[in-house]
């Protein structure tokens, strides 16, 4: 399966979430270079990787023997997190493209509607975090994984395309109450934020459990968010992203557990 395949499988079931909910995305991109100031080992190796393959791919793949401290490293999360590793690893090196300030973890289904899992990492993220806090956002993107969100969010919002297309037929067919198919595109939608929220959060909490120190994940998502929005975005998203908790909120948790690790060892 190409990577083409992959990117424009996540985008039409994006689409079709966004046509059928009437998401709102807030929180553009901004590579805003002035944050650039971290250089670890594992950007270290990309680096070297990158200087290698040719500059003009949109994304570089790599093997655990080319990087080698950064598949140990994943390595070792995915035995304590209790999951087999990742399928690829794909590096995204574009500043103008979606996802060059971000670590993400994605899915698709292979013939035998199994989960294929893959993280696509950031060159930007790279640059933007330390080793402690790039392992700490390499745990949380894991335990998507481990907790199937991609599937799960997938079957979601198959099932909610379903259901709106069925309301709506059923309005504009019997001419019924234009009320219900709203309430219920509208229910929908706070369904499905709703729902990523609470992913975010078990992904945070799960990440904690197995990194060393708690406050790198919170670090971790602060630098990037203040990386990847303005500072007008950053305010307006202490109160409204709707796909993610705050980092305010999340920073606050992942302190508390930070305190409960150092209290119990
Ligand atoms: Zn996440």
């Not at 090196?93 to 990492?121: C, H, R, S, W």
């Not at 640059?127 to 790039?134: K, R, W």
């Not at 297309?165 to 059923?170: E, H, K, R």
């Not at 904690?208 to 929005?229: E, K, S, T």
């Amino acid at each position: 399966m190409t990577l083409g395949t992959i990117m424009s499988f996540k985008k039409t079931i994006g689409l079709m979430a966004i046509i059928s909910c009437f998401c709102v995305t807030v929180g553009a991109q901004n590579n805003n270079a002035s944050n650039h100031v971290v250089n670890g080992k594992y950007f270290h190796e990309f680096a070297a990787l990158k200087q290698k393959k040719s500059q003009d791919q949109k994304y570089l793949v790599a093997s655990a023997y080319e990087m080698p401290l950064l598949f140990s490293m994943i390595k070792k999360l995915s035995e304590k997190l209790k999951i087999d590793q990742p399928c690829y690893v794909y590096f995204i090196t574009k500043p103008e493209d979606d996802g060059y300030n971000a670590v993400e973890a994605a899915g698709d289904l292979n013939e035998n509607f199994q989960t294929l899992t893959f993280l696509f990492i950031g060159e930007g993220a790279f640059e933007t975090l330390s080793d402690e806090q790039f392992e700490a956002i390499m745990a949380h993107e894991l335990s998507h994984i481990k907790n199937d969100h991609y599937t799960k969010g997938l079957k979601l919002e198959l099932g909610l395309i379903a259901l709106n297309a069925l309301t709506w037929a059923g309005f504009i067919l019997n001419q019924a109450n234009l009320a219900y198919p709203i309430l219920i595109s509208l229910g929908s939608l706070l369904g499905v934020l709703a729902y990523s929220r609470s992913c975010e959060r078990e992904a945070d909490h799960d990440a904690a459990r197995v990194i060393d120190n708690p406050n790198d994940l919170g670090d971790a998502l602060r630098a990037l968010h203040n990386r990847n929005n303005t500072p007008l975005e950053q305010i307006l998203l202490k109160y409204i992203d709707f796909t993610h908790p705050s980092v305010h909120e999340r920073e606050a948790y992942l302190a508390k557990m930070a305190q409960a690790k150092q209290i119990s060892s």
